[in-house]
């Protein structure tokens, strides 16, 4: 194949890639979970009462915990799940000739290094983001200075905000994680709540604690780098007939644990979270196509303070040095 033809297969298979994609989807998941939270005690009553069979529990406590846990979980899912799309989107995008085959066939254990290990310096983030990287005293005319400033503040806004997803995932990762696997998450781990609470919860007036994921593995073993936060753990069973035994249960991994989420984890952080990392997607996909394109010059995008808004710069072919 010669470079010609594998430039004009990339800039097709890259572009129907594209206008396949849609980047708002799992925000609109996540809106869509906020929105049945919202009105949950309508929405899941005849829900479960349909499929409570045997169930003497099942109503009002059953939404106000199982169901709104689950919730949430599911929304945590989405959340992180869009981190790994933008990051899928930026490893792939490092070479075109493969882009179709590293975005379809990508391992998520090495996404998930690319994410706790992205470089925040000026350099990684305008190459990721195919946005030339500028000296900072390339400019000598007062107006180029000017642009330049605007430019500088906006790879430094886009960097303040990639550090906040990537931090988000990384306290969130193990409750992704035990979601995943299903039967790792506690949907009812405080017990019954009282009608009191049930009554607050309807008026959204409840400040729910924090959710809780399941783990057994030893102390040594589970370092609190694995659940990416401090002080939320605690074993439910220290009962009389466990705690003679905790030294041989921790060494087999047979120590129920609770792991309590961050305190501020609800679904509008989530959904915050969510808003952010969209914005990254679609800076990116937007750049990545100019490239992709052969466009001279180039539009190419960075985010203005106005969290709906971004800052178009028109950049000639040649100056974007990391493409």
């Given amino acids: 194949m010669k470079k010609h033809d594998r430039i004009l297969i990339n800039k097709e298979q890259i572009n129907r890639f594209f206008s396949s994609y849609y980047s708002e989807w799992r925000h609109i998941q996540i809106y869509g979970i906020k929105k049945i939270l919202g009105s949950k005690y309508t929405f899941y009553k005849e829900i479960i009462e349909e499929i ?50 590293n975005i379809i066939q990508y391992r998520a254990g090495k996404i998930e290094a690319s994410i706790k290990n992205f470089k925040l310096t000026k350099e990684n983030i305008c190459a990721s983001f195919h946005f030339p990287n500028y000296p900072e005293d ?8 000017e642009t330049l400033k605007v430019i500088y503040d906006s790879v430094e806004r886009l960097g303040t905000i990639l550090n906040s997803i990537i931090e988000f995932y ?55 780098n694995q659940y990416g936060n401090k002080g939320y753990l605690m074993m439910p069973c220290f009962s009389d007939n466990i705690r003679p035994h905790l030294k041989q249960l921790q060494e087999e991994n047979n120590l129920l644990r609770f792991v309590m989420s ?41 985010p203005a303070p106005n969290d709906s808004e971004v800052y178009e710069f028109n950049i000639k072919a040649d100056e974007n040095k990391t493409s």
């Fill in 170 to 224: 990384k306290k969130h990762k193990f409750f992704y994680n035990q979601y995943k696997h299903g039967l790792s998450i506690a949907f009812r781990p405080y017990g019954d709540y009282t009608p009191e609470q049930i009554e607050e919860d309807k008026k959204e007036n409840f400040k729910r604690p924090a959710i809780v994921a399941l783990d057994s593995l030893n102390f040594k073993d589970a370092s609190q």
């Fill in 52 to 101: 409570k069979e045997t169930d003497n529990s099942v109503g009002d406590k059953t939404i106000s915990q199982e169901i709104s846990n689950g919730l949430i979980f599911e929304a945590i899912q989405h959340s992180l799940q869009y981190v790994e799309d933008l990051f899928a989107l930026i490893n792939a995008s490092k070479n075109q000739d493969y882009f179709i085959k």
């Fill in 138 to 145: 390339e400019s000598q005319n007062y107006k180029e200075k």
């Fill in 262 to 302: 961050p305190q501020d984890t609800n679904i509008d952080s989530i959904l915050k979270n969510a808003r952010m990392t969209k914005k990254c997607l679609q800076i990116f996909i937007h750049n990545f196509l100019e490239v992709v394109n052969d466009k001279n010059p180039m539009m190419l995008r960075m």
